[in-house]
């Protein structure tokens, strides 16, 4: 985990929540109060961004954190995840920060593990997608990868791949896999997005090493396989739900992409309690 990024994140995320103080913890709770506490989640999952919750605490200084569990552990309701113990007001003002960025990250990695678990045995490989949080995806893309998922590009610096408008603006798929051939050689793998079986046909003839089979059905994707014929890996995208996994998984793809494990999840209910001031 790269804290640079991360310290940058929880600053700014303090700066969101307490430009100019707790003014309730500063009304109510003596400066050198200190407390004890204790994380504690709500319900069933798959726990992420422990580290992070420490971090929070770490920067704020006067607080000590022990985990309890690390990121990727499956937690029942009622677990202890970590203790704190320190100056009252800054477990205070940091309690949101830290709840927010973990609750989130464990609703992401909760996710990904049911996604991940519906194609075991399948063969096929569970991909993130770019349809995340501004700002937030190195956080993101890592609580996938702690639910058992894999991470598809970072962005758009990493991998070419060639979309539907891609190939729009240049007239063809032959024409576009030509261009960004002549420009990167064979230094870099091409993918290609494919929506129906003449495009799959263009891509093959094209030397395209990925095709993406996007939003076909699955009669059209069995037959895009069959064309495909192992020629080239294949990746499948759009309206991938928990229900259609285990079907997309049987067809043979060798990668089935996501973007709702990291825009329509539902974040982990946890909870940091006070158990004992002094």
Do not use: W
């Amino acid at each position: 985990m790269n804290y640079a990024i991360i310290d940058e994140l929880i600053k700014r995320a303090f700066e969101e929540d307490f430009p100019y103080g707790d003014i309730t913890s500063e009304a109510l709770i003596a400066p050198d109060a200190q407390a004890q506490a204790v994380l504690m989640a709500k319900e069933a999952g798959v726990i992420c961004g422990l580290p992070v919750f420490a971090r929070v605490f770490a920067l704020l200084g006067g607080v000590e954190c022990r985990l309890e569990a690390q990121d990727g552990d499956i937690i029942e309701k009622g677990r202890k995840l970590a203790f704190l113990k320190g100056n009252t007001r800054n477990i205070l003002k940091g309690e949101r920060t830290a709840l927010n960025f973990t609750q989130r990250l464990s609703g992401i990695a909760t996710k990904t593990r049911q996604f991940a678990q519906a194609l075991a045995g399948s063969g096929a490989k569970l991909l993130d997608t770019r349809k995340t949080t501004p700002g937030l995806r190195c956080l993101e893309k890592y609580a996938v990868s702690a639910g058992g998922g894999l991470n598809h590009r970072f962005g758009l610096s990493d991998g070419i791949l060639i979309k539907d408008n891609h190939i729009a603006a240049l007239g063809g798929v032959g024409q576009a896999v030509a261009a960004a051939r002549a420009k990167h050689g064979f230094q870099r793998k091409i993918e290609v997005e494919a929506a129906d079986l003449a495009m799959v046909g263009e891509a093959l003839a094209a030397g395209a090493e990925i095709i993406m089979l996007d939003n076909m059905d699955d009669e059209t994707m069995k037959k895009a396989l069959q064309l495909i014929g192992g020629r080239a890996l294949t990746e499948c995208s759009g309206n991938v739900d928990l229900p259609r996994l285990q079907t997309l998984g049987r067809l043979g793809v060798d990668y089935i992409s996501c973007g709702a494990l990291t825009h329509s999840f539902s974040s982990l209910d946890l909870s940091l309690i006070i158990q004992q001031q002094r």
